[in-house]
């Protein structure tokens, strides 16, 4: 079941290199010899999408959450304690590392490399298991020094910057493609050629 999953995936992934070696193919060819018509083409699916006023609705509301466990302090202590104290005493007591491995990924050639990123995984989980643990005790006794903790570490983080960049438009990728057509045309054509013959190759050994 394991390996038919793996295979199916596999499949897929062949499958869309093959399609954008093909796409690269012809978009090298039109760029080759009608290197005009591949401009008039950009230039007519060209779009601009103003995402300042999309995403910065999502991205810069300002969500509290802070009142609910303040007010709420015990329960909202005592379930991070548990929680935990749950995740802690699966992965110092309960986690099969080797077992893990070998249930999800069998005798494969990258056995060592899968133990060392779950062994990396746990050891993060430790360490936010015992944070969680402190943050809790101090939730449920001393919530006053916790806000004082939250209040140290609260910072603004601005996405304005980020959003700003999106919106910018880059001309001087397509004036540096259009202005040496062979070059960039030659070097894609050769770039695509090469994916879809490792496509094929692989969708046919598969």
């Not at 290197?35 to 969500?63: A, F, M």
Request: aromatic content about 12%.
């Amino acid at each position: 079941m394991e390996n038919f999953f793996w295979a199916i995936c596999l499949q897929a992934l062949e499958i869309f290199t093959l399609v954008v070696g093909i796409v690269g193919m012809v978009l090298s060819m039109l760029l080759l010899l009608a290197p005009r018509l591949l401009n008039r083409i950009g230039e007519s699916l060209n779009r601009s999408i103003d995402v300042d006023k999309k995403i910065s609705r999502l991205v810069d509301r300002n969500i509290p959450t802070a009142a609910f466990f303040y007010h709420h302090n015990i329960i909202s202590g005592v379930g991070l304690i548990v929680g935990a104290v749950f995740v802690l005493l699966f992965l110092f007591f309960r986690l099969d590392v080797d077992g893990l491995v070998s249930v999800f990924f069998g005798n494969d050639k990258f056995k060592v490399a899968y133990e060392i990123l779950i062994t990396t995984m746990a050891l993060l989980g430790k360490v936010a298991g015992a944070a969680s643990l402190l943050i809790g005790v101090i939730l449920v006794y001393r919530p006053a020094r916790m806000q004082q903790i939250e209040r140290r570490m609260d910072t603004w983080f601005a996405t304005q910057p980020m959003l700003e960049k999106l919106d910018r438009s880059y001309p001087s990728v397509d004036t540096l493609v259009y202005r040496r057509p062979i070059i960039f045309g030659t070097l894609g054509l050769f770039t695509s050629m090469l994916l879809t013959f490792l496509a094929v190759n692989n969708l046919i050994h598969l």
